[in-house]
């Protein structure tokens, strides 16, 4: 049987969470708040992807349990994200036009592939997150210190449970097309496509949001500069002598090496997310929610209950 376990935490959020939530790092916020319009329009993806496979999971006990937590997990991180979301466009309500651009790429992607397709996009996708994920778990006093702490501990709450289903794309990838070279031949499309969905946003971002209330290019930000622009100013490679944005900061430079080697190792045909180092810290945010404390603002200190 899954592991894998349902928490309902009650988020609540309206027009008063600010848009530059973490003005500490504006740069990593503004990532939190592009990331939380994509995870919606994505986590709604892969729900209909694994509806779409679902006669077919039920033929294996254990996979269609894995595949009905993984489901139920997914989609309450698109019902809290989408709370926040929605607070968003309270403040700028042309912003709900990015979220309905990013639905209409994954919808169309829905119509346009087999199960086999999308489960592949899925594991693909989620491969890179324990990776990414553990260094900003790693260094989440520094990322989220000072921050709106409500915002901060859903994007926490939400990169734990990433770490807790790490497997559970690949593993239903896996039911569908065996051979371990399937996902492989989908990677430059699934990464294509997230880009393109991440650039319609960006844009939007740049477009609707203050220069203020932003602090930097969502473009810039979302492009190769992602990964790899804090490296690149660390070896003096900046572009036109000035330093682009990013969110890898604080993160020291033997973690951001170790973290793109190993997001380099998750697009290979032999590579299990259950055999990454994962965050320590991941096991501290279930043993609070286990205690029964208000993980709406667990962030690095210990809430009351």
């Known amino acids: 049987m899954t592991k894998l376990v349902i928490r309902k935490i009650s988020w609540e959020f309206d027009a008063s969470v600010p848009f530059m939530w973490q003005p500490a790092n504006p740069d990593f916020g503004l990532f939190c708040n592009a990331f939380t319009f994509i995870a919606v329009p994505f986590e709604r993806y892969i729900v209909g992807a694994i509806r779409m496979a679902a006669d077919r999971f039920a033929a294996d006990p254990a996979i269609a349990a894995e595949a009905d937590a993984f489901l139920k997990q997914e989609a309450q991180h698109a019902a809290a994200h989408r709370k926040h979301m929605l607070a968003l ?6 912003l709900e036009q990015c979220y309905a651009d990013a639905c209409a ?6 119509d346009q592939e087999p199960a086999e397709f999308h489960l592949a996009y899925i ?15 790693d260094n989440r006093d520094a990322l989220f210190g000072g921050g709106d702490p409500q915002v901060a501990a859903l994007m926490l709450w939400h990169f734990v449970e990433e770490i807790e289903h790490r497997s559970s794309g690949l593993m239903l990838s896996r039911y569908l097309s065996p051979s371990p070279w399937y996902r492989i031949r989908h990677v430059r499309r699934t990464f294509a496509h997230v880009a393109g969905v991440a650039d319609e946003i960006a844009q939007g971002f740049d477009r609707i949001v203050p220069f203020a209330e932003r602090g930097a ?7 190769g500069a992602f990964l790899t622009g804090e490296l690149r100013q660390r070896l003096g490679l900046r572009r036109n002598g000035s330093a682009a944005p990013t969110i890898f900061g604080p993160v020291p430079t033997r973690e951001l090496l170790a973290m793109l080697w190993r997001l380099a190792l998750s697009q290979t045909p032999y590579h299990d997310p259950a055999d990454q180092p994962l965050p320590a810290w991941a096991d501290t945010w279930m043993r ?13 200190g210990q809430p009351e209950r």
């Open 89 to 94: 466009i309270e403040r700028y309500p042309d």
């Open 105 to 110: 790429a994954y919808d169309a992607l829905l």
């Open 123 to 137: 594991a693909n996708l989620e491969a890179t997150f324990t990776p990414l994920f553990k260094v900003l778990l």
């Open 217 to 223: 290019s969502t473009r810039e930000l979302l492009s």
């Open 288 to 300: 609070a929610y286990e205690n029964g404390v208000d993980m709406r603002t667990f962030v690095a």
